[in-house]
């Protein structure tokens, strides 16, 4: 059992410790078996300080889910270059992605998985984060499109259900990379490159896949 620290501190590096220990009993235990009291010790400060900072257990778990996903979504934006080809900006940016979630796993089963079993209000937060990416994901594949010198009408329908098949397709393989052993970030980033990339850099080309015509009706 940790002891219990004294001594004046800031504000903002106590309340920090206190997130950092509540993001890891959170990510390991999930959210209705982790006590305040477990983490309050990790955190090396009284329960009464935890509730004094953060008022209540729910409002903790929501500090926690924002600033965890203010980290991941600035970890995607900043790791994608502009000026790179468009393949290599949606690669460095799932390799930032996966890298991030690699190396924040309980952070990534905060957001992945615990917010999202527990209802409202935490949903609504991961709500939130995905339509940042999602839309962040989608203006990418426009830019991309229009430095391709192709017809920048393409359908904006069509590019945001793009992004959203792949920012669900990445959130499902980080899950999956952080569970097998030996999975490197780039692994994962090159693993769903290649199966998302095909379809992508056919539309920068102009060549979409088109379903077949379906024989009329009598």
Known sequence: MGAVRTGRMPRAVRERQMLDAAVQIFGRRGYTAASMDEIAELA???????YLYLN???DLFTACIRREAAALTEAVRDGVRPGLPADRQLYEGLRAFF???ARHPEGWTVLHVQART???PFAAEIAVMRTD?????????LVDAREA?????LPEREVAGLAEALVGAAESLASWANATPGVTPRQAAATLMNFAWAGLGDLMENRPWSPPTEPARR
Request: proline fraction near 7%; glycine fraction near 6%.
């Open 44 to 50: 090396g400060v009284s329960k009464p300080l935890v």
């Open 56 to 58: 209540s257990k729910e």
């Open 99 to 101: 890298t991030h979630t």
């Open 118 to 120: 527990q209802g409202e």
């Open 133 to 141: 990416i999602v839309a962040f994901v989608t203006e990418l594949i």
């Open 149 to 153: 010198h192709q017809d920048p009408a």
